[in-house]
């Protein structure tokens, strides 16, 4: 049996969507070296500069809601395009931002995009892809990939010029060539394909539960993680970029390792391997963070346990609600 031609069409449209996914992790990570910076330049405590992580998953969590409820009725690839390109006019107005509400209302808008892109490019690998579950972990290493860059490039740019401008603006520069690359995607598939089917039970709303709690763990954890630890190592900027990068590596590494897994255990076991460990090696970063060296170590074994709870918990609650 001759195996069928993939078109070329499919093969651009998943592009977009690891594309997408690639900025999201740029952008999404750089907060980490910047929050001292973002407290510095408005005036306010470390503490209180970290509300523009809310204001950014604010607008993500509202902008995927709405999508949600939008799927099949629009083109996936456009909507990735503007995705980027909101991101794109957030992450400008954050770099030349100069005041804390305003810096606020950015990342806010950042959010919005946020939302439309992560929204857009998992449907679109859905229905672009030859192998969805293969694909969608694909797709999340290309943000983890993005998320390893995202620190370095940030931290350089803040260690060289002493504030936000430059990465920031960089980062906009970036996303709205991934926009127009997005843009000039050609639609594929055909109005409906992006509709999903879930049914509700107890499995899938706990795995649900599991997903919230998690995803709040990784950004905040990957967030603070560089400033953390400059100050209690009194490490450089480029120091603490370093270690941030390191969690997001591990983080790639444990999502690549989790197919490996999946072929000879179960992935309940796995699952609840991934969080106690992960639990753990949280516990002994914050009681190591003064040593820079442990600290590296502590925050790249917890982006390893990290790295397969996402798919795993994906993996068991598509499988309940089949």
Do not use: K
């Amino acid at each position: 049996m001759t195996a069928t031609a993939r078109s070329p069409d499919s093969s651009r449209a998943e592009a977009a969507a690891f594309a997408g996914l690639f900025c999201v992790g740029l952008y999404v990570t750089s907060f980490g070296p910047a929050l001292p910076f973002i407290a510095r330049e408005t005036g306010v405590g470390l503490g209180t500069a970290g509300i523009v992580l809310t204001a950014l998953a604010g607008g993500s969590i509202t902008a995927s809601a709405i999508v949600s409820l939008r799927l099949g009725r629009i083109d996936s690839c456009l909507l990735t395009a503007i995705g980027l390109a909101v991101c794109a006019a957030g992450l400008a107005l954050l770099s030349i931002a100069s005041s804390f509400p305003l810096m606020l209302g950015a990342c806010a808008l950042l959010g919005v995009g946020d939302g439309l892109v992560v929204s857009s490019t998992h449907a679109l690998v859905t229905i672009a892809a030859e192998d969805v579950p293969r694909d969608i972990n694909r797709l999340n290493v290309m943000f983890a990939l993005g998320a390893i860059a995202g620190p370095l490039w940030t931290g350089a740019a803040l260690e060289a010029t002493g504030d936000i401008t430059l990465a920031y603006a960089g980062l906009a520069a970036f996303l709205l060539l991934a926009a127009l690359f997005a843009c000039r995607t050609p639609r594929t598939g055909s109005p409906g394909d992006e509709h999903l089917s879930i049914r509700l039970n107890p499995a899938v709303v706990l795995m649900g539960l599991v997903l919230f709690f998690y995803v709040g763990a990784e950004f905040g954890l990957g967030a603070w993680v560089s400033s953390y630890t400059e100050q209690a190592a009194e490490a450089s900027v480029m120091a603490g970029a370093v270690v941030s990068s390191g969690y997001w590596g591990a983080l790639a590494i444990g999502r690549v390792l989790t197919g490996r897994l999946l072929a000879s255990h179960s992935p309940v076991l796995l699952l609840g391997v991934s969080i106690g460990v992960a639990g753990a090696s949280g516990l002994v970063l914050v009681a190591v963070g003064d040593v820079l060296a442990l600290a590296f170590v502590a925050a790249f074994v917890t982006g390893l346990a990290f790295g397969p709870i996402l798919p795993l918990s994906m993996a068991i609650g598509t499988r309940e609600a089949g």
